[in-house]
């Protein structure tokens, strides 16, 4: 009778398993079909780049957050 048992519950659990699996292939794959249908009738805009104006941008907001930090740490250290 345990033979029978295990048997059922080897049986069981690879059928729970395959059914997961299936599942989760088929999700993917209409997670797939989603996104190529989104990309088609929504495109992304493209933003135009400046580089010499993001270049300026980026080191005046690089200037700022290391301003920012000194001004923190040093407010920390003043409080102690």
């Not at 069981?12 to 292939?25: K, R, S, T």
């Not at 300026?56 to 003043?78: C, G, L, P």
């Given at each position: 009778?345990?033979?029978?048992?295990?048997?059922?519950?080897?049986?069981?659990?690879?059928?729970?398993?395959?059914?997961?699996?299936?599942?989760?292939?088929?999700?993917?794959?209409?997670?797939?079909?989603?996104?190529?249908?989104?990309?088609?009738?929504?495109?992304?805009?493209?933003?135009?780049?400046?580089t010499?104006?993001?270049?300026?941008?980026?080191?005046?907001?690089?200037?700022?957050?290391?301003?920012?930090?000194?001004?923190?740490?040093?407010?920390?250290?003043?409080?102690?």
């Amino acid at each position: 009778m345990e033979y029978s048992l295990v048997g059922e519950s080897l049986k069981f659990m690879i059928l729970g398993m395959l059914i997961v699996f299936v599942f989760l292939y088929v999700l993917v794959e209409v997670m797939k079909l989603q996104a190529k249908i989104i990309s088609k009738y929504f495109p992304e805009k493209e933003i135009p780049v400046s580089t010499s104006a993001s270049s300026t941008t980026d080191t005046d907001e690089e200037a700022r957050r290391t301003a920012a930090i000194i001004a923190a740490v040093t407010e920390f250290r003043k409080k102690k």
